[in-house]
């Protein structure tokens, strides 16, 4: 698609020379004497070209006219030599580049190349940050279930506030798209968003990568690094697994939540930081409270605004519409054969009790999409990883027979184990337990040494 560029120059033989530079290199031209008579042709222009001096409105005048009729066209200027402080005003005022006249004609097409760069660079960045918007808008957050469409109700009146979050709910059921739809949807939503997996930094790390260091804080630190806190300045923190996190740092979250303020670790220079923070877990903290590895003062300043997601096996409605998703999205990723899925695939993946949750899901919808030899996924394609569980109504429970709650318990935990080969942290990241929390238990087994 050719590139449309205005030229406004009240001079009708260089107007005409550059006109014809620029219709050789394949570029359409409108022209303009005056300012006045370019306003028509302004809004279908991808670039600009203009005289700084012109007959009535001037260059740097037509300039501000633009931006008040909010056209983001790229302006170049161009200017007499001897006259740069025109130019510096012009770009000051917005203009992509300028030109001293007199100029070559090698000198116009470099210009007019980065200002065309910098323009699909710009329109790029633009499409990106409303496709990341779009994203994590609610369309892409499937939940026609009432407890979704509480969930929903709750994103819209919590986004617009600075309130901390609390997102508590199963591995897998979405908390992280949550957060970002929480960002995404407030007055921070240009700021950054900065995720912060506490499961993954290991614990003598986790103050560094929180809060940064100065240099010399510690053997290696050659030079300062600022923490994700002061990455995420002005923006959004999404706190993952916050129940993993030790008790030392909890100290310091809480001074963040309270103070919004900290030290680098190696400085004693407190530093302020804007941010908001938005909590996620898939343990109990109130069994952790009453474990004693999770400071009481820091539940409370996180549990401002509570928001607990459902598992998907308590709202089955919503699988065939999450199924239906993500054969949309994810067949286009593997040739777009596959246009849908049929009832009877439906009906199969509602009976299933999905353990993983919503990221279960859609790692056996792309599975199946992969293996799937007809255009329509089929209840035969369905590629689940075990047999399905007996599918208990709404209340009911099965205890294995002649096994006490307790002794079921302490199964659980022997099995886990015995497939962990006694690595605690391992067993404990199986069973979503803190460390701390496996260790009480089984110091009550009798099995902590």
């Known amino acids: 698609m050719k590139r449309r560029i205005l030229v406004v120059e009240d001079e009708a033989k260089l107007r005409r020379v550059i006109e014809l530079q620029l219709v050789s290199a394949g570029f359409d031209v409108d022209q303009a004497a005056s300012a006045e008579l370019a306003f028509p042709l302004a809004e279908r222009a991808d670039l600009l070209i203009t005289d700084f001096r012109l007959p009535g409105m001037n260059g740097l005048d037509f300039l501000a006219w633009m931006r008040r009729q909010n056209m983001q066209t790229p302006v170049v200027v161009m200017t007499a030599f001897g006259t740069v402080e025109n130019a510096v005003e012009a ?115 986790m103050e560094s990568e929180l809060f940064g260091y100065e240099r010399g804080a510690f053997t290696g630190a050659n030079q300062s690094k600022p923490g994700k806190f002061e990455l995420a300045d002005t923006g959004t923190v999404l706190l993952d697994e916050i129940g993993d996190v030790p008790a030392a740092v909890q100290v310091k979250l809480l001074r963040i939540l309270q103070e919004r303020e900290f030290e680098r670790l190696g400085s004693n220079k407190t530093r ?142 022997r099995e886990t184990l015995r497939r962990a080969e006694g690595n605690k942290s391992h067993a404990a990241r199986m069973l979503g337990l803190t460390r701390n929390a496996l260790r009480y238990r089984l110091a009550q087994m009798g099995l902590e040494n």
């Open 91 to 205: 770009m000051k005022a917005g203009a992509s580049d300028f030109l001293l006249k007199p100029f070559s004609m090698d000198q116009l097409m470099s210009v007019v190349t980065k200002a065309l760069e910098v323009r699909v660079l710009r329109d790029e960045n633009r499409q990106l940050k409303e496709e990341l918007g779009r994203r994590y808008d609610f369309q892409n957050i499937i939940g026609r279930s009432a407890a979704m469409q509480d969930i929903f109700a709750m994103i819209m009146r919590v986004a617009p506030s600075r309130a901390t979050v609390l997102l508590a709910g199963e591995s897998g059921v979405g908390k992280d798209l949550i957060a970002r739809a929480i960002h995404y949807h407030s007055p921070r939503r240009d700021h950054p968003f900065v995720k912060i997996n506490c499961t993954a930094i290991p614990e003598n790390l």
């Open 272 to 413: 302020h930081i804007d941010v908001r923070v938005i909590a996620a877990t898939n343990q109990d903290l109130r069994a952790a409270l009453e474990q004693g590895t999770f400071r009481e003062d820091l539940y409370y300043r996180l549990n401002v605004v509570p928001m607990s997601i459902a598992p998907l096996r308590e709202r089955p409605e919503d699988i065939p519409f999450l199924a239906e998703h993500f054969v949309r999205t994810l067949s286009a990723e593997h040739g777009g054969r596959v246009k849908g899925v049929t009832a009877s695939a439906l009906n199969r993946l509602s009976e299933y009790h999905w353990p993983g949750n919503v990221r279960e899901l859609q790692n056996v919808i792309e599975r199946s999409l992969v293996m799937c030899l007809g255009d329509k996924l089929d209840a035969e394609d369905i590629r689940l990883e075990a047999a399905r569980r007996p599918h208990l109504a709404a209340g009911e429970f099965a205890l294995p027979d002649g096994m006490t709650l307790d002794q079921y318990e302490q199964a659980i935990i």
